[in-house]
């Protein structure tokens, strides 16, 4: 049974810490829809299919993929630029999406326990957005009870929603360190004398829409 297990965050979400991952074709058309003037105002995250990807390997190229669920959030947009905001993660809701059945909920109760995100003491996890310049976004992200401050490249565009509004979409990708959230288990960091170890780069990717608040 598979018994390797790797971070989201995720969450959220969710650095400078990591390496970004490598660009897509498509993430070198990002810079003219990040740096267009959007509608100033507050926007809610809007709890219709938000989508944030966790993907990790082992040394030897075996993977886990799975998805962190999104419980909310907002931010503010001042002089067409995001200022700063807020995402909130139900880590209980951590789940795996390369497996089913028995495998699948092995994998999800051992993401849960105190090996990884110990989500009984942390049951949640909090990015908090403090600006973009550049295409790049300037969060922090408290998870497993360590905030990490990370720079994420991302895409920004206004888009429509349902009852005639425009909402902003933003998406984006990048690789993440599991460690500096103390989550070390089989690391060869820490740990050299393993049979085998699990990356510390984990990989999370994004697509969220906030709509504006009336």
């Known amino acids: 049974m598979n018994k390797f297990f790797f971070l989201l965050l995720g969450a959220s979400l969710l650095a400078a810490c990591g390496t970004p991952a490598p660009e897509s074709d498509h993430d070198h058309n990002h810079g003219s829809e990040a740096s267009a003037s959007l509608a100033d105002g507050l926007y809610a995250i809007t709890k219709v ?7 990790a390997e082992k040394l030897t190229g075996d993977g886990h993929q799975g998805t962190l669920a999104v419980s909310g959030g907002k931010f503010k947009v001042a002089n067409g630029q995001i200022q700063d905001g807020v995402v909130n ?5 951590i789940a795996v999406t390369d497996l089913t059945g028995e495998e699948k909920a092995s994998l999800e109760g051992h993401l849960r326990s105190g090996d990884f995100f110990n989500v009984e003491t942390h049951p949640t996890a909090v990015l908090t957005v403090n600006g973009i310049e550049d295409n790049t976004l300037s969060a ?22 349902p009852g005639d509004q425009q909402g902003i979409a933003v998406t984006g990708k990048f690789n993440m360190d599991r460690t500096k959230h103390n989550i070390t288990y089989h690391s060869q960091t820490f740990d050299d004398k393993l049979d085998w170890f699990i990356k510390d780069d984990v990989t999370v990717g994004f697509a969220v829409m906030g709509v504006p608040v009336q």
């Open 89 to 93: 993660f139900d880590m209980t809701q």
């Open 140 to 161: 922090s992200l408290d998870m497993n009870g360590v905030k990490v401050e990370y720079s994420i490249p991302v895409s920004i565009s206004q888009t429509d929603v």
């Open 49 to 55: 299919a938000p989508k944030v990807t966790w993907s």
